[in-house]
């Protein structure tokens, strides 16, 4: 039997991959334009809408950049995250741990502190609604490793508001180790990390390999690649090292959704999770995704359940809190099938 969209829905879940700048639609983009006075060579929600194509990571990067620009002041940034966090709320995600790129801003003027500050405002209001938020600051991968260790820098009087760091953008000629000194810095006080390792790059595996051994990251974002090395899978099933996989964004940027590599890692026992990526340009937010995989690849009920308690198995917070949200699926399971 299928599994229902409505099921999916109102499946409590977390959401561990999401860049809140991918959160940005066309009419929040065209609001904060004109409040802005942003030439972005569009006047209508129409037109912004066409503006959303891409065929590969390279494409969708040479978009999702230039958006950003609108994106000026404190309430700019607290206006993306609550309209985010409205839509999480509708797909009952009760947790969320989000990305945020500061180099993006501050590489065009905008002050550090301007976008974490109105990032924060924004999800102290998801809290008020019941969306337990908090963010991930991750580096520009393209970027430089000096620039990197700027930002570290500049984070420093901010990190009671960051709960991790992470590593994304275009990954060619960017290898994780080109980060690892401010890596270590981040993990030496405390702060949890992520890395990206995109789908099907120049030396994959190796630098799924690196990530994982000579990082040393708690979780890797998408990094389906790693069916490739069956150590390498069985060393993350062993130190529950989770994967925030994103079906419709591959499909976006790839042949395929990379459904058959996240199915075999579940059946493996890997910590996979399903997240939305970057929902606006890709019109697809989390339960969307969810139904799209289940869909796709014939998959149970059951096993989006086991989907759902991955990834709040696989989120950075109290173990307490881990099993009162599982004990809050069981709870809907119960529900739903009665």
């Known amino acids: 039997m299928s599994v229902s969209k409505e099921f999916l829905k109102g499946l409590p879940k977390a959401e561990l991959h ?5 959160t940005l ?3 929040l983009k065209l609001r904060l334009a004109q409040k802005n006075h942003v030439d972005i060579g569009q006047s209508t929600i129409e037109e912004v809408k066409a503006s959303y194509q891409f065929d590969s990571l390279t494409s969708f990067l040479m978009v999702y950049y230039p958006a950003m620009n ?3 002041d404190e309430e700019d940034f607290c206006a993306l995250a609550v309209d985010y966090l409205k839509k999480a709320k509708d797909h009952n995600v009760k947790h969320c741990e989000l990305f945020f790129d500061p180099q993006a801003h501050t590489s065009r003027g905008v002050p550090f502190e301007t ?9 102290e209001i998801g809290r008020e609604m019941g969306v337990d938020a908090h963010l991930i600051m991750c580096f520009l991968r393209d970027m430089s490793a000096d620039s990197a260790m700027e930002t570290w820098k500049a984070a420093q009087p901010y990190l009671n508001k960051i709960l991790g760091i992470g590593l994304d953008s275009d990954e060619r000629d960017n290898p994780p180790l080109k980060f690892a000194e401010v890596f270590d810095l981040a993990k030496k006080k405390g702060v949890h990390v992520s890395m990206h390792c995109d789908i099907d790059q120049i030396n994959s595996i190796g630098h799924i390999y690196d990530v994982i051994h000579k990082i040393g990251v708690e979780r890797i ?3 389906t690649n790693i069916v490739e090395d069956p150590a ?3 060393y993350v099933v062993d130190h529950k090292i989770g994967f925030t996989c994103c079906p419709v964004s591959n499909s976006f940027v790839t042949e395929d959704m990379k459904g058959r590599e996240m199915v075999y890692l579940l059946q493996r026992g890997a910590l996979v999770t399903v997240n939305s990526d970057d929902p606006a340009y890709f019109q697809s937010y989390i339960s969307d995704d969810y139904y799209a995989l289940a869909t796709k690849y014939h998959l149970s009920e059951d096993d ?7 990834s709040f198995n696989a989120s950075w917070i109290s173990e307490e809190a881990k099993k009162r949200y599982i004990r ?3 709870e809907y399971v119960a529900s739903v099938r009665a």
Do not use: C, R
């Open 115 to 123: 976008v974490i500050n109105g990032y924060y405002k924004g999800i």
């Open 328 to 330: 809050m699926i069981d």
């Open 70 to 72: 609108v994106l000026q």
């Open 232 to 234: 390498l899978v069985d």
């Open 18 to 22: 999401l860049h809140l700048e991918g």
């Open 304 to 310: 989006m359940i086991q989907i759902a308690k991955n």
């Open 25 to 27: 639609e066309p009419e």
């Open 221 to 223: 974002d998408h990094g």
